[in-house]
């Protein structure tokens, strides 16, 4: 239906409500980073509500004549708009399931939070984090949802479920320990149990990237080379080169234990230390400040202080602070650049590498 309210908020929420059924959490979380001190499901609710009112005010000043242009848009917005739908249609209210969550989130959350605190109590867990393993189908559907949605302000259905549990536990005075938890409660949304797993150490490592156009973290679910899938292992990176540019450099990156010794056919990695969660935070805080590079690149007039290759392609060889200034330099040069390479860093993180308290135990 025509999109004519004036407020940002209620017409996208009117624009979500038109083209999908949402549970008043998954349309709140839409929102999520708006207002403070609410609720995702509060969220959905106040925003159905508004919608409803407005609608039906416009029904009676004959603004929407047509009633059945409503019908869907009411069946998407679940039990809020059912005595309203029952009114105008004078037939029985049949909503659709949540197209995120199939309508499970609330039932979720309350097997998440029993569970969670059974457990804690019978093993006397203090340093304990909580995590979340999504049901698969629940994931796809709200990787599309977010992807096609621009705009929000989306909070992703795991981190409320943490959130929100996490709140309650601790309420119940068993407070999350996120800075250096022992372990982790993983709620597994598709079989509803919760396991306790060990924290993996995390591990410092150094890395060279030797091929182009193979990134840090895998964003996508196509095969693709990554660091990640070379050290399988999720990795935080305090700094990083664009994926095309190949790194020489030693660069660092923490992962999740045990931190193998290995070389795939793009990264060589080696394993430094284990580190505890303070360190952890210093490293991943540092930047590089200057950096040298080797550009390959087409160039029609010859390049002082450049290694000619063949005919118009050379080599130049800079040292800059950021890959702007690189950018800029080659700009400068009016050439047309065919590849980069890292060949040396300078920066605080080096410091700190070689002083970093680490536990080689187990590497
Ligand atoms: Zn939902």
């Not at 949304?189 to 490592?205: D, P």
């Not at 990083?240 to 795939?264: C, H, K, N, T, W």
């Not at 330099?329 to 700190?352: P, W």
Request: hydrophobic share 40%; with cysteine.
């Amino acid at each position: 239906m025509a999109n004519f309210l004036e407020s940002q908020v209620l017409s996208k929420a009117l624009e979500l409500l038109t083209k999908y059924p949402l549970c008043n959490a998954c349309l709140g979380r839409a929102f999520s980073t708006l207002s403070r001190g609410h609720l995702n499901s509060e969220r959905g609710i106040a925003l159905k509500l508004a919608l409803l009112m407005e609608l039906d005010e416009r029904v009676r000043d004959h603004q929407i004549k047509d009633l059945e242009t409503l019908r869907g848009l009411l069946i998407n917005m679940g039990t809020q708009a059912k005595e309203l739908y029952k009114f105008y249609f004078s037939e029985e209210f049949r909503p659709k399931p949540c197209f995120i969550c199939s309508d499970q989130l609330d039932r979720v959350k309350e097997d998440f939070k029993e569970k969670a605190i059974q457990i804690i109590r019978r093993e006397g867990l203090k340093n304990f984090v909580l995590g979340v393993k999504l049901d698969p189908e629940l994931k796809v559907k709200e990787i599309d949802f977010a992807t096609k949605e621009l705009g929000l302000h989306y909070e992703s259905v795991k981190n409320e479920l943490k959130r929100e549990v996490g709140k309650f536990l601790s309420a119940e005075g068993f407070t999350p320990n996120l800075e250096n938890p022992e372990v982790e409660l993983i709620y597994d949304m598709k079989t509803r149990e919760l396991e306790i797993l060990k924290k993996r150490e995390k591990v410092l490592i150094t890395y060279n990237r030797f091929c182009r156009g193979t990134p840090v973290s895998s964003w996508s679910f196509e095969e693709q080379s990554s660091l990640e899938e070379a050290v399988k292992s999720k990795v935080s990176v305090p700094f990083a080169e664009f994926s095309d540019v190949r790194v020489f450099e030693d660069y660092p990156a923490v992962i999740s234990g045990p931190g193998q010794v290995l070389r795939d056919q793009c990264f060589s990695v080696r394993p430094v230390g284990s580190v505890d969660a303070r360190h952890r935070k210093l490293i991943l805080s540092t930047t590089v400040i200057w950096k040298k590079y080797r550009v390959t690149v087409v160039s029609e007039k010859p390049i002082s202080g450049a290694v000619n290759l063949l005919g118009s392609v050379y080599d130049v060889v800079v040292g800059v602070p950021s890959m702007e200034e690189l950018y800029k330099k080659m700009e400068e040069l009016g050439v047309t650049i065919l590849s980069i390479d890292l060949l040396e860093a300078e920066g605080k993180y080096k410091k700190i590498l070689e002083s970093v308290p680490t536990h080689v135990k187990g590497i």
